[in-house]
Nanobody, 124 residues
Framework: QEQLVESGGGLVQPGGSLRLSCVASGFTLDYYAIGWFRQAPGKEREGVSCISKSDGSTYYADSVKGRFTISRENAKNTVYLQMNSLKSEDTAVYYC?????????????????WGQGTQVTVSS
């Protein structure tokens, strides 16, 4: 059974940092492009970042560019999202997701499956 499990969320003050982890089981994570999206109460889902399958190209939403970094550690079947200089507007549940296979390992804001999410709260 394929599964994605996120961890690393929590409460942090504005300007602080968190590193989210996404561990895959039941499939080999580096066969796919993997993304992170977030959803805050009353707001639409927002694609945050993506890392492609082939050359590891990375993509970021304008709202997080320069502050967030996505990376993958294939030996651990894990993708990370390093989040620095956090702002209150980053508060949301963060999900890691497998990008739809119809994009052949390239990044897109279209998701085939995702985990249960991890809560990130930025507040003083």
């Amino acid at each position: 059974q394929e599964q994605l499990v996120e961890s690393g969320g929590g409460l942090v003050q504005p300007g602080g940092s968190l590193r989210l982890s996404c561990v895959a089981s039941g499939f080999t994570l580096d066969y796919y492009a993997i993304g992170w999206f977030r959803q805050a109460p009353g707001k639409e889902r927002e694609g945050v970042s993506c890392i492609s399958k082939s050359d590891g190209s990375t993509y970021y939403a304008d709202s997080v560019k320069g502050r967030f970094t996505i990376s993958r550690e294939n030996a651990k079947n894990t993708v990370y999202l390093q989040m620095n200089s956090l702002k209150s507007e980053d508060t949301a549940v963060y999900y890691c997701a497998k990008i739809s296979p119809r994009y052949s390992g390239r990044c897109a804001w279209v998701y085939a499956s995702w985990g249960q999410g991890t809560q990130v709260t930025v507040s003083s």
